[in-house]
C-alpha cells in the first residue's frame, strides 16, 4: 500500500506546488493547504502501513504506531490556524491593494537604499503613547478595485 | 531560598509589582522599588565569612543551573548595587517629573538592578552571559527611555549595538572556557585544561573584546557619553557605578584564568592607560556637566582596567580600593548635576556659575566628591591614586608617566566641574537648594568619600574583604596617608602641579585643546559603519529579495529541485516492492486525485473550495485506512470549519480563476510541480526503511501505566508529549489574535476610511448563488 | 490610531450587535428549516462534543476534536439564526483555557516532579462502578477551551469583515 501512497503523496504536493506559483492569492493559499495534506499523509505512511489494530489499547494488539499520528494530529490543527491565518493575510491584502494578483504586490520591499531607514528617526516624530493631535491630513478615500 | 537567590529574584518580583502599582502610587513608586534591594543590602552581613552558595535547578543534564556563588569580592559588588540602587530609586522619587512614566522607570531599574545582581553573583557561565545580556538590554531600555527624543533613542540603540558585539564575544568565550575547562561553572573549571588548550587565546582574546566594549575601553568609549541620555538616577546607577564595571568584574574575575598570559597584561594595561588619558582629555573639553562626567567615567574605567590588567596582588588590591572610591564619588557628582539640572534648568558649564551661595549643601558635595576624584587629601580617592602610581612604578617609569599624564587632566577636569560654584552667581533660573531628597542620596555618598580617606583602615578592611576572591591576601601593602617619600609620592606632587597648571592657564589649554581637535573620531567610524551595514543590507534585500512572490518562489524551488536532483542522482535507491494494493484503497485513491487535478483546473469558486474539500475527506477516510481514527475525526471536522472559513472569505474575494501566467513561466511551472511530485515520492519511498527501531513501543507499553489511558495518540498528546501540545496550542491562541487583528486594523499608519450613513443604512449587497 | 478607534466604534457599536445594527451578509438568514434543524443538532452536537472530550482520554476523541466540533455547532447555529449562541466574545475563554493547561502543567513541577506530568487514579462508586480520573483531562479541557474559543473566534472575525472593499461580480 505504501507505494500507492508515495504516488498519491507526490500528486498532491505537486498540485500544491503549482497552485502554489500562481499569480491569483487564492491559489496560493489552496496550494499551501494541499501540501499539507501532503505532508500529513506523507508522516503516517513513512511508519509504514500495517493493517494492525488502530492505537487503542481497548482492542487486540498488535497496535499501529502511535507518534506519527499524535505528530500529524497536532499537524492538522496547526495547519488549520496557518491556513485561517493565510485565508485573512489573502483578504486583507487584496483589499488594501485592490487586486489579488500576487506578482504585483511586493514592490515595497525593493526600496530605495538610501531612504531614510527609522535608526535616524526624525525628532518631529512621537512615541505610540505621547498625546498628540488626531491625524487630520492622512486620511485617504478608499480605494475601490476597478 | 537562599539570601542571594533572593537578591537576584526580588527586583524582578518588585520590577512587576512596580509596574502594576505606577499608576495608583505615582512618585512614591520610587519607595517602593528601593525596598527591592534590601537582600542585597542584607548581603552584606555575609561578607568576610566563608564562600556561599546557591544553586537553583533547572536543566542539570545541560549544566544549566541558576548558582550563585558569594565570594568576597561578588558580595562587595552586590551590596555596593545595593546601596546605589536604593539611593538611585529614592532619588528618582524627588527627581523626576510627575508626567513620567513610572509604571516604566522603576520596573526597567529594578530588572536592570536584578539582572546585574545576577550578573556578579552568578557562577554559572551561561547563566553569566544571560544576565550580562539582560544588563545590556535593560540599559537601552533606560537610555531610551524618553523615546520621543531622537538622540535618546541614538543613543539607545548605539549602547545597545555596542554591547551587543561584546555580547557575542563573551557568550562565544564563555563556551570556549566551558568546553577547554570541562565544567559550566566558573570556580569548577580545570585551569590547567583551560591554560593548555587551543582555546585558551581565543577565548582571552574575546574576553577582552567584551569587557571593553562593557567598560567603554577605547575604541568602544563612544557610546557612554551618548548613553547619559538616561535621566540621572540612571546615569549614576548604571552608567557610572554598576553596569560599565561589569567588564571591569568581567577583567578582574577571569584575570585569574588568564593572567598567566603575557597576552592578557600587554593588551588591558595599555589599553586601560590609553582610555585613561584620553578620556580625561576629552572630559576636560566638555562643556555639558554630564557629558564632562560621562568622559571622567570613561576615563575612571581605564584606570580600574588597566590594575586589574596587571593582574598582580598588588594591582588588585589598588583596583579593589579605587572601585569602592570611584562608586562613591562618581554616584555622587551624578546626583550633584542632577541637582543643578533640576534647579537651574541647564547643565552648561558657560551658563553657570557662583552656585555656592545658592545651594551650599550641594556645594559642599560636589567638593568633597570632586577632590576625590582629583585624588586630594584627605579624600578617599588620595588612598587609591597612591597604590594606583605605586603599581604603576612597578610596571615602569614609562606607565607611570602615563598615568601621571592622565592624573593631571583628571585633576583639572575635577576644577572645571567646580567652577559653577565660584565666582558671581548666573544661571538661567534663581536656584534654590535642592530638598532632602536630592541632597541626602548625594551627601551620604560624599561622606562615604570622606570616611574612606580619613579612615583608611576601613578602607582597606573593605577592600581585603575581597581578598580571598582575586586572591590578593599575599599582598602585604597597607592604605596609609603617609608612605615615605617613594615614585608615588613624586608622581601625586608632579600631578597637582600640572593640573594646577592646567587650571591657572585654562583658556591656553582649551586653544591647545580645539588646534588638537582630530578630524577623526570613533563616533563618525560608528556612524559610517552603520550607513554602510544599512545600504548593504538595503541593496543586498532589493537585489535578492525584490521579486514578485511566484519568480522568489521559483528561485527556492528550482535550487531545491536541483540540490535533491543531486542527491537523487548521486544515492542509487533501494525501491521497495510494489507491495499488494488494496482493493479499499482504490476509491481513496481517486477521491484524492480527483480533489487535486480539479483545483488545478477550476475557475470557480464554489468548485474550487468544494473540491479542496473533498481532498481533505479523501485525507480523512486515508486516516482511517491507515488505522488513524483520531486523525480521521480531526481531519473532517478540521475540514468542515476550513470550507466554512473559505466560504466566508469568497464573499469578497473575486475568485480563483488563473491569472495567465506569463511567457515561459507556465512550463517552468509544470516542471516545477513535476519534480516536486518526483522528489515527494521518492523521499517518501526512500524513507520507507527503517534504519533503526521505532521509539514508539515505549508509549504502547507504558501508556496505561504512566498517563492512565488506553488512547495512546491521546496519552502521547496530553502527556508524554504534553510540552509540545502547549506549545501548538498557544500558537493557536496567537493565530486568533492575528486575525482578529488582521481584520479589525485598517491599513498600518493610515486612518481607515470614513464610512458615510448612506452606505451603513442601505443593507450590503448580497451575492446571488 | 484613536481616529481609527473612532471610526470602528461608529460601526459596530455594541461587542455583538443584533442583526439589526449590522448591515452584514449573515445576519439575516430567514430559512425557518434551518433555524429549526441547526436548533435541534446543536444540542445534540453539544452533548457529543462532552462526550468525546470525556472519553478522549481512552477512545478516539479528545480536546482537539471536542473543541473543533463545538466551533462547527456554533458556527452553524450562527449561520442559522444571525447571531451567537454565547453571551461573551469566544476569544475570552482562550486566555483561560491557556492558563488552565500551563498550571495543569504547573502543579506537578511544584511538587518536584516533572512539568507536566500527568496523574490519575480511580473512584469506584456503587452507582458508576469504576471510574477513573486524571489530571491530563484538565490540561484537555483547556487544550478544548483554546482550540474552540480560536476557531469560533477566526469564524466570527470572518462573518464580521468591513465589506467596504468587496467586487461586485469577478466572474
Not at chain 2, 552586590?78 to 539611593?87: R, S
Not at chain 2, 545651594?359 to 580617592?381: I, K, R
Request: hydrophobic share 55%.
Amino acid at each position: 500500500m505504501e507505494p500507492l501512497f508515495a504516488l498519491l503523496i507526490g500528486v498532491l504536493v505537486g498540485t500544491g506546488v503549482f497552485l502554489l506559483l500562481s499569480r491569483t492569492i487564492i491559489r496560493v493559499v489552496l496550494g499551501l493547504a494541499f501540501i499539507a495534506y501532503g505532508v500529513n499523509l506523507a508522516i503516517l505512511t513513512v511508519a509504514g502501513l500495517r493493517p494492525d489494530a488502530p492505537p487503542l489499547l481497548t482492542l487486540k494488539g498488535p497496535y499501529v504506531d502511535p507518534l506519527p499520528q499524535a505528530l500529524v494530529l497536532t499537524a492538522i490543527v496547526i495547519g488549520f490556524a496557518t491556513t485561517a491565518l493565510l485565508l485573512t493575510v489573502a483578504l486583507r491584502a487584496y483589499q488594501v491593494a485592490g487586486h489579488d494578483d500576487v506578482e504585483a504586490f511586493g514592490d515595497s520591499l525593493a526600496r530605495d537604499p538610501d531612504s531614510p531607514d527609522g535608526l535616524h528617526a526624525d525628532a518631529s516624530h512621537l512615541g505610540p503613547d505621547e498625546p498628540t493631535e488626531a491625524p487630520t491630513s492622512t486620511r485617504r478615500a478608499p480605494r475601490r478595485p476597478a | 531560598m537562599g539570601l542571594m537567590t533572593a537578591a537576584v529574584a526580588l527586583p524582578f518580583l518588585m520590577a512587576a509589582l512596580c509596574a502594576a502599582l505606577a499608576g495608583r502610587l505615582g512618585r512614591a513608586t520610587g519607595v517602593l522599588a528601593a525596598l527591592a534591594f534590601v537582600p542585597a543590602l542584607l548581603l552584606a552581613s555575609r561578607t568576610g565569612g566563608e564562600t556561599l552558595s546557591e544553586t537553583t535547578r533547572w536543566v542539570p543534564d545541560l549544566g544549566l543551573n541558576l548558582v550563585f556563588r558569594g565570594d568576597g569580592f561578588s558580595l562587595m559588588f552586590a551590596v555596593l548595587i545595593g546601596v546605589i540602587g536604593t539611593l538611585a530609586s529614592l532619588y528618582s522619587v524627588t527627581y523626576l517629573s510627575d508626567r513620567e512614566r513610572f509604571g516604566r522607570f522603576y520596573p526597567y531599574l529594578l530588572a536592570f538592578g536584578g539582572s546585574m545582581l545576577g550578573l556578579v553573583l552568578s557562577d554559572n557561565l551561561a547563566a553569566l552571559f544571560a544576565f550580562w545580556e539582560m544588563t545590556s538590554v535593560t540599559s537601552f531600555l533606560l537610555i531610551g527611555l524618553w523615546h520621543t527624543r531622537s538622540s535618546a533613542r541614538d543613543g539607545a540603540v548605539k549602547a545597545f549595538l555596542i554591547s551587543a558585539l561584546g555580547g557575542v564575544a563573551l557568550l562565544a568565550a564563555v563556551a570556549m572556557l566551558g568546553l577547554a575547562g570541562g565544567s559550566a561553572q566558573l570556580s569548577q573549571l580545570d585551569l590547567d585544561a583551560v591554560r593548555a588548550s587551543p582555546l585558551f587565546v581565543p577565548a582571552l582574546l574575546l574576553t577582552v573584546l567584551a569587557a571593553a566594549t562593557k567598560s567603554a575601553q577605547l575604541p568602544f568609549h563612544l557610546w557612554l557619553p551618548t548613553a547619559m541620555e538616561a535621566p540621572t538616577p540612571v546615569s549614576a546607577f548604571l552608567h557610572s557605578a554598576t553596569m560599565v564595571k561589569a567588564g571591569v568584574l568581567l577583567v578582574a574575575k577571569f584575570g585569574l584564568i588568564f593572567s598567566v598570559s603575557p597576552l592578557w597584561s600587554g593588551l588591558l594595561v595599555p589599553l586601560g592607560l590609553a582610555t585613561m588619558v584620553w578620556g580625561a582629555w576629552l572630559a576636560l573639553r566638555q562643556n555639558d556637566l554630564k557629558a564632562l562626567l560621562a568622559y571622567s567615567t570613561v576615563s575612571q574605567l581605564g584606570l580600574l582596567v588597566s590594575l586589574y590588567g596587571v593582574a598582580d596582588a598588588e594591582g588588585r588590591f589598588a583596583a579593589t580600593t579605587h572601585l569602592l572610591n570611584h562608586a562613591a564619588f562618581k554616584a555622587a557628582l551624578f546626583f550633584v548635576v542632577g541637582i543643578i539640572d533640576h534647579e537651574t534648568g541647564t547643565r552648561d558649564v558657560r551658563r553657570l556659575s557662583g552656585l555656592r551661595r545658592a545651594l551650599p549643601v550641594t556645594f559642599v558635595v560636589a567638593v568633597l566628591a570632586a577632590l576625590s576624584m582629583a585624588g586630594l587629601p584627605p579624600l578617599g580617592g588620595f588612598l587609591s591614586k597612591e597604590l594606583f602610581y605605586e603599581t604603576m612604578w612597578h610596571q615602569g617609569p614609562l606607565f607611570l608617566a602615563v598615568a601621571v599624564a592622565g592624573g593631571a587632566l583628571t585633576f583639572a577636569y575635577s576644577a572645571r566641574l567646580l567652577r559653577v560654584f565660584t565666582g558671581e552667581l548666573s544661571a538661567p533660573k534663581v536656584p534654590h537648594e535642592a530638598g532632602a531628597g536630592l541632597t541626602v542620596p548625594a551627601a551620604l555618598l560624599a561622606g562615604a568619600a570622606l570616611l574612606m580617606g580619613l579612615w583608611p583602615a576601613l578602607t582597606e578592611t573593605l577592600t581585603r574583604t575581597a581578598q580571598e576572591a582575586l586572591a590578593f591576601a599575599s599582598y602585604g601593602g597597607h592604605i596609609r596617608w603617609w608612605h615615605g617619600v617613594t615614585p608615588a609620592l613624586l608622581g601625586t606632587l608632579v600631578t597637582w602641579a600640572l593640573g594646577a597648571a592646567l587650571v591657572w592657564q585654562a583658556p591656553a589649554a582649551q586653544r591647545l585643546q580645539e588646534r588638537l581637535t582630530p578630524r577623526w573620531n570613533a563616533n563618525l567610524s560608528y556612524v559610517l559603519i552603520l550607513t554602510l551595514l544599512n545600504t548593504l543590507a538595503s541593496r543586498v534585500t532589493a537585489r535578492t529579495q525584490g521579486l514578485a512572490l511566484p519568480d522568489q518562489l521559483r528561485l527556492s524551488l528550482g535550487a531545491s529541485a536541483l540540490i535533491g536532483g543531486y542527491a537523487v542522482w548521486q544515492a542509487p535507491q533501494v525501491l521497495p516492492r510494489l507491495g499488494t494494493v488494496p482493493l479499499e484503497a482504490l476509491p481513496v485513491a481517486a477521491l484524492l486525485v480527483a480533489g487535486a487535478v480539479g483545483v488545478a483546473l477550476s475557475r470557480n469558486r464554489l468548485t474550487a473550495v468544494v473540491l479542496t474539500g473533498l481532498t481533505g475527506f479523501g485525507s480523512a477516510v486515508s486516516f482511517l485506512l491507515m488505522r488513524a481514527p483520531d486523525l480521521a475525526l480531526t481531519q473532517l471536522l478540521v475540514e468542515t470549519v476550513t470550507v466554512i472559513l473559505f466560504l466566508l472569505v469568497f464573499r469578497f474575494l473575486p475568485g480563483v480563476r488563473d491569472l495567465p501566467r506569463t511567457r515561459g513561466r507556465l512550463g517552468l511551472d509544470l516542471l516545477l510541480s513535476a519534480a516536486a511530485a518526483a522528489g515527494a515520492t521518492l523521499l517518501v519511498m526512500a524513507s520507507l526503511r527503517f534504519l533503526a527501531p521505532p521509539i514508539s513501543p515505549y508509549y504502547l507499553l507504558n501508556s496505561y501505566k504512566e498517563g492512565g489511558g488506553k488512547n495512546v495518540v491521546n496519552v502521547i498528546l496530553v502527556d508524554f508529549r504534553g510540552f509540545d501540545t502547549l506549545g501548538e496550542i498557544t500558537v493557536v491562541a496567537v493565530v486568533a489574535l492575528a486575525v482578529g487583528a488582521l481584520v479589525r486594523l485598517g491599513r498600518p499608519g493610515q486612518a481607515p476610511p470614513e464610512v458615510d450613513a448612506e452606505q451603513l443604512a442601505a443593507p450590503a449587497p448580497r451575492r446571488k448563488p | 490610531m484613536s481616529g481609527g478607534r473612532k471610526g470602528r466604534a461608529g460601526k459596530r457599536p455594541a461587542a455583538r450587535p443584533g442583526p439589526a445594527a449590522r448591515p452584514n451578509a449573515l445576519t439575516d438568514v430567514g430559512d425557518p428549516v434551518l433555524r429549526v434543524v441547526s436548533r435541534a443538532a446543536f444540542a445534540l452536537v453539544m452533548l457529543l462534543t462532552a462526550l468525546l472530550l470525556w472519553r478522549g482520554h481512552n477512545a478516539p476523541g479528545g480536546g482537539f476534536i471536542a473543541g473543533l466540533m463545538t466551533a462547527c455547532a456554533l458556527i452553524l447555529h450562527r449561520v442559522a439564526n444571525g447571531r451567537c449562541a454565547l453571551n461573551f466574545p469566544p476569544l475570552t475563554v482562550v486566555p483561560w483555557g491557556l492558563a488552565l493547561s500551563f498550571t495543569t502543567g504547573l502543579v506537578p513541577y511544584l511538587l518536584g516532579r516533572a512539568y507536566l506530568k500527568s496523574d490519575y487514579g480511580y473512584v469506584s462508586t456503587p452507582l458508576t462502578g469504576e471510574f477513573e480520573w486524571a489530571t491530563a483531562l484538565l490540561f484537555d479541557v483547556g487544550v478544548y477551551l483554546i482550540v474552540a474559543g480560536s476557531a469560533l473566534h477566526i469564524a466570527y472575525e470572518l462573518i464580521d469583515v468591513n465589506p467596504r472593499e468587496r467586487v461586485e461580480d469577478d466572474r
